[in-house]
């Protein structure tokens, strides 16, 4: 890699570490704490937060015709949501003590923490979830695909990628072969 682009590189971690010790300072802002996990709020925010919850059946009533005729739709995604969560799972299990691939620790990505909100609804709850689950579930699925990628194939398109996973920029160019047989995995 050149040095121009591991400069890059280094730039792109170092905003991100900048943003993040600014989103830390909004985050304090809004009077919560992580304790041993679990998120505390203090008592006059939850109290101001039970306040704004709407009311299930309120919520449920007011929701738009749209929104109950597509609900099944999204919720079906469940079925392959779980069978991609099981698939990927068990293909890490087996495939990447073989080949020396660190696991990726599922708990990383599915996180569920938004039951802790008590302007929610049960219902809003429940949808939290669910997209938790989902964005979580293809999060840990992409990294493992990114792992296995990195192991197998770690060659850039020649094409620009969209949201490329977190270790693409340290593939080979594109038509380098050099550069990729002095840092392939596989004999």
């Not at 280094?10 to 992580?34: F, G, H």
């Not at 493992?144 to 490329?164: F, M």
Request: with cysteine; hydrophobic share 45%.
């Amino acid at each position: 890699m050149s040095s121009t682009i591991e400069r890059l590189a280094e730039q792109i971690r170092s905003l991100q570490d900048e943003l993040e010790a600014e989103l830390a300072i909004r985050r304090a802002k809004l009077n919560y704490t992580l304790r041993s996990g679990r998120v505390r709020f203090e008592e006059e925010v939850l109290r101001a937060h039970k306040a704004l919850r709407v009311g299930l059946a309120r919520y449920v009533l007011n929701a738009g015709v749209m929104h109950v005729v597509t609900a099944p739709v999204i919720y079906s995604l469940i079925i392959p949501f779980v069978l991609l969560d099981i698939f990927v799972t068990i293909y890490q299990a087996i495939c990447f003590p073989v080949y020396g691939i660190e696991k990726v620790r599922r708990s990383d990505y599915l996180i569920f923490d938004r039951y802790h909100l008590a302007y929610l609804n049960l219902l809003e709850k429940i949808n939290c979830a669910y997209c938790s689950y989902g964005n979580g579930l293809l999060a840990y699925a992409r990294e493992i695909a990114g792992r296995t990628e990195q192991y197998w194939c770690p060659i850039k398109h020649a094409r620009r990628v969209i949201a490329a996973h977190e270790g693409y920029d340290r593939f080979a160019e594109f038509g380098d072969a050099d550069a990729f047989r002095k840092h392939s995995q596989v004999p």
